[in-house]
């Protein structure tokens, strides 16, 4: 049930103020904490993580956070009814033509006109998780998703094959019927949606038994769906017409597809640029090495210089992500070397070690020196 369910925002951690950046950014930080592959048979963090990702397909889809805001889960359940109290009204359909006539008793089939004329399907959102290998260089995913499509049995007519709808006795096939009221300043006139016809100014007398009379039909359809490189957690892919069908000839709406990414378990990713750190040993960075440094193809060498201090940050330009809409341009890959201090010493590699330490003088250690400088004044 919708109301058990925790509030979104607080799965988050974040406020009802919060924009899009802090949502990713919130999103990211618990979709790697709470990841299956981190947090192996932990049934507490694989709950944690359905709930992550729930939330954050709810805010970062506009429309779909905007209803949340306003009524909460169930402005998000399809199951609830948000048009009560006469909330469903649609005052688009209410034209001056429609107020005219309902003091002047004049006669209008706008409103009819308008449901008969071609409506716009609408958008299906979709979503997808990819690993980080997947999004930096892309691939091609089937998708399962239901879909509003045309009935094939009768091409969308809602009349059986052979039949035809015919024009609404009740009506004359306008969509609209008179009404009169006695008042104190007389008898007014006024025109409402015909109810044998709902408004549509046909009748079907034979409906079609695949859509009963509806035209239209749901199916699960399945799908390829190319994913293009370099697309980030929390984008989304969309494929033109491939959302529910229209009405009376209208055209399909679109399907909108959110692509998550799992996390990678060395790189970091900011925008196009991807990091990550790599240890090195105390000789490597006293003397100076060529080290191996991971990069998205294989590996490459890179020779850091002597006195390499732990934390130092190096760079590989170009090695990072290529941008999802120019493949000619590529971020880069920024590694920080990690001094490792061997542990498990034999006595003979001790004895090497002090009388190394006697050898050396405080030129050879000029951020301690400063320090403890620092330190007296």
């Known amino acids: 049930m919708a109301e058990n369910k925790r509030d979104f925002y607080e799965i988050l951690g974040i406020s009802k103020s919060a924009g899009d950046a802090d949502i990713k950014k919130a999103y990211r930080t618990l979709a790697k904490k709470y990841h299956p592959d981190m947090n192996p048979n932990d049934k507490s963090a694989e709950k944690n993580f359905k709930e992550v990702n729930e939330a954050y397909e709810i805010l970062s889809n506009p429309e779909k956070k905007s209803r949340y805001d306003s009524y909460g889960h169930a402005g998000i359940d399809p199951n609830a009814d948000m048009g009560g109290g006469g909330m469903g009204f649609d005052f688009g359909n209410f034209g001056m033509d429609d107020i005219l006539s309902n003091f002047f008793g004049g006669f209008s089939s706008s409103s009819s006109a308008r449901r008969n004329e071609p409506q716009r399907g609408d958008d299906i959102h979709s979503r997808i998780i990819i690993s980080f290998e997947e999004a930096v260089f892309g691939c091609s995913k089937e998708i399962s998703y239901a879909r509003v499509e045309v009935c094939s049995q009768c091409s969308g007519s809602g009349a059986a094959q052979g039949t035809s709808a015919v024009s609404c006795s009740d009506c ?15 008898i007014v006139q006024s025109t409402k949606p015909c109810e044998a016809c709902r408004g549509t100014g046909k009748i079907i ?3 079609c038994q695949a859509c009963r009379g509806n035209g239209l039909v749901n199916k699960t359809n ?14 989304m892919v969309k494929v033109p017409k491939q959302g529910n069908a229209g009405k009376n000839g209208g055209y399909a709406g679109d399907l909108i597809i959110t692509v998550g990414v799992r996390p990678h378990h060395i790189f970091e990713r900011e925008g196009y640029n991807i990091f990550c750190e790599i240890p090195i040993t105390f000789i490597e960075a006293a003397l ?11 590996g490459e060498k890179y020779k850091i210089p002597e006195g390499t201090q732990t934390s130092a940050v190096f760079t590989l330009k170009n090695r990072g992500i290529q941008n999802v809409n120019n493949a000619k341009l590529r971020g880069d890959l920024y590694f920080k070397v990690i001094v490792e201090v061997p542990v498990d010493l034999s006595e003979k590699q001790k004895s090497a070690l002090r009388e190394f330490a006697a050898n050396c003088s405080s030129k050879n250690h000029s951020q301690r020196e400063s320090f403890f400088k620092k330190f007296k004044k």
């Not at 096939?173 to 006695?182: D, H, I, L, Y």
């Not at 100076?288 to 294989?298: D, K, M, Q, S």
Request: charged share 30%; aromatic share 0%; no cysteine.
């Open 172 to 186: 004359g096939g306008s969509g609209t019927v008179k009404t009169q009221k006695r008042t104190p300043i007389g």
């Open 205 to 207: 007398k034979s409906p």
């Open 222 to 235: 399945k799908r390829e769906v190319i994913i293009p490189a370099g697309i980030d957690d929390g984008n």
């Open 288 to 298: 100076g090495a060529e080290i191996e440094v991971p990069t998205l193809e294989n």
